[in-house]
């Protein structure tokens, strides 16, 4: 249950930075924009949900399919940190953190030897 409820709330966390930003942009762009921002944070929103249901996904998935679920996951969120990714340094550094843990979590999961009874 624990679980889920990290799940809910990175999720309001995440959908209140994301109001903020579209607000953001809304005020100080022009409105014929609007419409590729607000396609763009959709998909970014999707893409952000992948990390965050992984949390609960990597607790209830059997083996076999954890295993692959996680290894995917993983080069799905590589791309998606270092394709939307800025040169400023505090994403350098919260990207660089990111990548590592995500190389870690691939690594774990390929080494992962099932101990479990079937």
Do not use: Q
Not at 7 to 25: P, R, S
């Amino acid at each position: 249950m624990s679980t889920l409820w990290i799940v809910v709330m990175l999720n309001l966390i995440f959908a209140d930075i994301l109001g903020i930003y579209i607000e953001f942009i809304h005020k100080n762009t022009l409105d014929g924009i609007i419409g590729e921002v607000t396609i763009t944070m959709a998909i970014a929103a999707v893409l952000t949900n992948i990390p965050i249901l992984m949390i609960y996904f990597s607790r209830i998935l059997r083996y076999k399919v954890n295993r692959s679920v996680n290894i995917g996951a993983a080069i799905l969120t590589i791309i998606y940190v270092v394709g939307g990714g800025s040169l400023l340094p505090h994403y350098l550094v919260c990207a660089a953190i990111e990548v590592i843990a995500l190389l870690f979590i691939i690594w774990t999961a390929w080494k992962w030897i099932n101990t479990r009874p079937i």
